[in-house]
Structure formats: C-alpha cells, structure tokens
C-alpha cells in the first residue's frame, strides 16, 4: 500500500507563489500517471494538473501558465508550483497516482489565497 504525503499549503496574498509537493511512501513506478486536484467548498474535485510517465503534462485553462507540475521519479514526488495566484484558487489540493490497476490519493492541503 502507497501513502502519498501533501506538504506546502498555506496562507498567501493574491498574485503570491506556493510550490506543493506530494510524497509517495512506497515505491511509485515512473510508468504511473500523477496529478494534482483540488476542492473549493461547496464545489467538485476539479484537476488541475498532470503529468505523464514521459513527462507529458496537462493544464486547465484556468491555470495554464500560472502552474507548474513536475515530478521526481527517484525521490517519489511530484510537485505542484502555483504562481501568480488568485483568490479563486482558494481550496483543498489533493495529489493522485494512478495507472489502469492502481489510484492512490492523499490527505489534501489547504490553499488559501487572502488579502
């Protein structure tokens, strides 16, 4: 059983940064898909990043440009840097790894972007 670790959330003023990062306690196979979602309240869990075995990403239009995903193979972590953020994208960031036979998810972070 994979345990994936969310760290980096917190309190940020608008047009400010934050990189999450996602830290999987098992061995995660470079062949798996990894992402990032998050929850804003009274809304669905939306994606909002992911990154492929070979390095392929992808973006809602809602963030592309601002955010960045990345992985790192060797450390079992994938990386979530969020700039130029808006309040709107205040929410709870989840992190997934998932292929056709597995789908582990984390605990979650809270964002939350406040003047």
């Known amino acids: 059983q994979v345990q994936l670790v969310e760290s980096g959330g917190g309190l940020v003023h608008p047009g400010g940064s934050l990189r999450l990062s996602c830290a999987a306690s098992?061995?995660?196979?470079?062949?798996?898909?990894m992402g990032w979602y998050r929850q804003a309240p009274g809304k669905q869990r939306e994606l909002v990043a992911l990154i492929n075995s070979i390095g392929i990403t992808m973006y809602p239009d809602s963030v592309k440009g601002r955010f960045t995903i990345s992985r790192d193979n060797a450390k079992n972590t994938v990386y979530l840097q969020m700039n130029s953020l808006k309040p709107e994208d205040t929410a709870v960031y989840y992190c997934?790894?998932?292929?056709?036979?597995?789908?582990?998810w984390g605990q979650g972070t809270q964002v939350t972007v406040s003047s």
């Open positions: 997934r790894v998932w292929s056709s036979s597995i789908d582990y």
């Open positions: 098992g061995s995660i196979l470079s062949t798996y898909t």
